[in-house]
Every structure is written in C-alpha cells, then in structure tokens.
C-alpha cells in the first residue's frame, strides 16, 4: 500500500504558555480596562455587587455571541459553579435591580474614554473618524413586550431573495417585532495600537416610552461633538 494515504498521527499542539496564566492575566487587562468604570460604581453600591458586574462582564465576553445569548439563570451558573447557579442568578438580579446606580454610568464611562482618546490623537496630530453605525435587533417571534417596535428583517430579504430555478414574484419588505439599534464609533489611523473605541449607543423603538428623537439626539450630538473636536 502506497504510504501516501497512511493517516499520520499529529503531535498535540503545546500552547507558548500556560493557559490559567494567560485567564488571570486576560482577567487582569479587563479589570485594568473597566477601573474607571469600578471606580465609580464603588462609590454607589456594595462592593460584592461591584464583583459581580465585573464577573458579569466576564460571563458576557466568554460565553455570548452573535448566534447564542445568555439567559439571567444560564449566567447565574457561570458566575458560581452549575450546582450554586440559584445562587448566582440571585447576585445578578440583585445588581440589576439596584436603585443606586443606571445604565447612564456606563453611557457616562464611554463617552468620557472616547473624548479622551480623541483629545490625545488630536494632540499627535493624528486624524480620527466619528462612524456612525446603525442596524436592527430582530425579534421575529417575541410580541409579549409593548416596548419592540416593527423593524425591516434583513434575515427575510436574504430567504426571499430570487434563486435560479425558485423564482418567486418579487414582494415588499417584511418588518418583524424588534428594537432599533444605532451607535458612534471612534476611530483612529493606527488599528493596532489605537483600537476602534464605542462613544454611544442607543437601542429605540417607534412604539416605547422614549420618543425616536430623544433617543436619536445623544448620538447625533456625539458626532457634531466630535466632528468640533477634530474628528471627521
């Protein structure tokens, strides 16, 4: 037999370093990146819940992704073992139920590190770009929240697109139930060491208690801000 379709075991691959290292020192650069943030909300609420945002966060990076999301039970296990995930669930609902603090804290922390980062590049003589970016959360089979508002489905225009041999008659758009979603993203020329940084973001809905246009005006006023400040 010709040894060209002998299967041919594979050495394991050996990681450059040891992976609990590496989570601590990962773990590490977060806590570095979020300080500001922790700072703040150290001032506000008991510093167990402050553990369990930065944890929070933590679950977040690890286990959510653009096709799986994270129910507040599922993150309760990950934020203690799978046994004490009652337990977890309750610290969580704890945090989010606080009254001592608000999303705007967070709004707050963005856009005080974009203007930053603006101001330094600015300093360097350095060009930066004010991107505004919009999409749509599409939540086709959930009806129960009044809040979700009608929304063009891009995954629909993808299914009813014409396919050789599958002509369908061409249709209007089709809208499902979801939230709007709109943002303004700094960035500068060097992608490596100057990351794209999130000044704001805005979820909207033509059927909520906020009215589109308040919604809307924070991050208008975002990049107006921003084009003064330098950035185009």
């Known amino acids: 037999m010709s040894s060209q379709y002998l299967t041919r075991l594979e050495e394991p691959q050996v990681p450059p370093y040891p992976p609990d290292k590496m989570a601590q020192g990962l773990y590490g650069s977060l806590a570095q990146f979020l300080a500001p943030l922790l700072i703040e909300v150290d001032t506000r609420i008991d510093k167990r819940l402050v553990r369990t945002l930065l944890q929070t966060v933590v679950v977040i990076l690890t286990f959510r992704d653009r096709v799986n999301g994270l129910l507040l039970s599922e993150m309760g296990g990950y ?18 139920h606080c009254s001592k603090w608000s999303a705007e804290l967070i709004r707050s922390y963005l856009w005080h590190r974009a203007t930053q980062r603006l101001a330094t590049w600015k300093q360097a003589g350095m060009d930066a770009l004010a991107l505004w970016d919009e999409s749509a959360w599409e939540k086709p089979e959930s009806i ?13 225009a993808r299914l009813t697109h014409v396919k050789k041999g599958y002509y369908t008659p061409p249709r209007g758009p089709i809208f499902v139930p979801g939230l709007h979603w ?18 704001c973001m805005r979820w909207w809905t033509s ?19 921003f084009c003064s400040g330098g950035a185009r």
Request: overall charge positive; glycine content about 6%.
């Open 79 to 96: 934020l203690d073992t799978p046994d004490k995930a009652p337990a977890g669930t309750k610290r969580l609902s704890r945090l989010l």
């Open 144 to 156: 129960a929240s009044d809040d979700l508002g009608p929304v063009r489905s891009s995954k629909a």
């Open 207 to 225: 059927r909520g208690r906020v009215p589109p246009s308040n919604a809307m005006s924070k991050p208008s006023c975002c990049c107006k801000e």
């Open 182 to 199: 709109l943002a303004v993203v700094l960035v500068g020329c060097d992608q490596s060491a100057d990351p794209p940084a999130l000044a």
